[in-house]
């Protein structure tokens, strides 16, 4: 059975009945549509389109579909067009003619469009939450750790800097990710139903009825960009993958820290893999998957900006591209922020091997240039003496502070005992970043 096909000479070709379906990927939506359908049935009865009776009996019908698919008795299998014709074939199967009223006054356009609107505003919830407990890790971890390590600019070793300071730059992603999602929630909360499939309908229904009773804050302005508008799942699936590139960043460091030639960290056995045939193996594989799980993500975007770019107005069965790939990626960034906060939760830190790093890396370079600079030599003079002391003890294989003062007057006469205190490198994280954050 179909919802369509009155003015049908001939019956769709099979092909293009597999071709035209979407309910092995729509079926995901049974508890909006049923939830969109409630509120419908609740207007429908308030205006007058249903008698009290008939209004009972259709809601104690969705409701007994909702159970009964929650409890297993009812599969959400078969052969049907999508999750829309699921219900209303199931309704009418329950309750009898009664059922084909909860269709008046309504659209499979603004239906989709209020079921899709209602799944987005719950799963950006829970990215939320998975992004808020994220945050709260990184946090805890960057707290517990004040550790002195190498800062880096074109993965060279540049500055010191600290374990919490590090990590805590990821902090601030998340915290404008956060903004983003927040945003975009404010900006989707508004209700299609009630655009019917383009121009609204005769029928005497009342959109501000269905409005509260899904949530919404308003309804849409226009009944034809009601319809046809996605963008609330393009700005939040470009806001999924804002936050699968900070993801990607973050594991791209785990990846090289963990590995031998760094070995600043070593992730939990729970989150990495071994080697087929290698036994010595412990492989980032967690962070490595988020990594490239970056990419699908992004094409899912690109996917429907694609869709979306030549459609005329209202609706078109294109839009119905906008599924897939953006459940794809709602599952996707779940998993993957979830991952990462149980790889940083568990993460060990060797700090041993990030001090060697620190102290072998001429991370006090910058400021013994600005040692130089108080003592009234200009910047330019000052960051040539500091590469010529620098080639030195490369050739000598020391250290800045650990040549002696003779040493360094051989450069300039201007030193003195105070630079061993002003290159320190726990005086020069109390004058740089422990000062700049209190």
């Not at 594989?285 to 900006?305: M, P």
């Not at 650990?402 to 020069?428: A, C, R, T």
């Amino acid at each position: 059975m179909k919802l369509w096909g009155g003015r049908f000479r001939s019956k769709e070709n099979k092909l293009m009945e597999e071709f035209n379906k979407s309910f092995n990927f729509d079926s995901l939506l049974y508890k909006q549509d049923i939830e969109g359908s409630l509120a419908h049935v609740y207007m429908q009865m308030q205006v007058g389109l249903l008698s009290q009776e008939e209004g009972e009996i259709i809601i104690e019908g969705l409701k007994s579909i909702e159970k009964d698919i929650e409890e297993g008795k009812l599969s959400l299998s078969g052969n049907y067009e999508d999750i829309h014709s699921f219900v209303e074939i199931n309704l009418i199967e329950r309750v009898g003619e009664v059922g084909k009223k909860l269709h008046t006054g309504r659209s499979r356009n603004d239906q989709v469009a209020v079921d899709m609107r209602l799944f987005a505003k719950e799963k950006c919830k829970e990215i939320i939450f998975y992004v808020e407990n994220l945050k709260n890790t990184i946090k805890n971890v960057a707290n517990n750790n004040p550790i002195i390590m190498p800062g880096y600019t074109h993965l060279q070793r540049a500055q010191v800097v600290t374990f919490k300071h590090h990590l805590m730059a990821y902090y601030s992603m998340l915290e404008r990710d956060e903004k983003r999602l927040n945003n975009a929630l404010d900006i989707l909360d508004e209700s299609p139903l009630g655009c019917g499939a383009l121009a609204g309908t005769t029928h005497n229904i009342d959109r501000n009825i269905t409005c509260k009773k899904l949530g919404f804050k308003k309804p849409v302005d226009n009944f034809m960009d009601g319809v046809s508008d996605r963008d609330y799942l393009l700005e939040l699936m470009s806001d999924f993958s804002i936050i699968m590139m900070h993801l990607s960043r973050l594991s791209e460091e785990l990846i090289l820290w963990s590995s031998q030639e760094f070995k600043f960290i070593e992730l939990d056995d729970l989150y990495s893999t071994g080697s087929s045939i290698m036994p010595q193996k412990k492989n980032p594989d967690g962070a490595e998957l988020i990594r490239g799980k970056t990419g699908r993500v992004y094409g899912n975007l690109i996917s429907l900006l694609t869709v979306m770019k030549g459609l005329p107005l209202a609706y078109n069965k294109d839009m119905q591209e906008d599924k897939e790939g953006f459940f794809d990626s709602v599952s996707t960034l779940s998993m993957c922020l979830q991952i990462m906060e149980r790889m940083i939760a568990t993460l060990k830190i060797r700090e041993d091997n990030m001090q060697k790093a620190v102290t072998g890396g001429f991370l006090n370079a910058t400021e013994v240039a600005d040692y130089l600079v108080n003592k009234n030599i200009p910047f330019r003079d000052a960051h040539g003496i500091v590469g010529q002391i620098v080639i030195y003890c490369e050739d000598n294989n020391k250290a800045i502070e650990d040549l002696s003062l003779n040493e360094l007057q051989g450069f300039s006469q201007v030193f003195d005992e105070e630079i061993y205190k002003f290159i320190d490198y726990e005086n020069i994280l109390d004058k740089g970043i422990k000062k700049n954050l209190k």
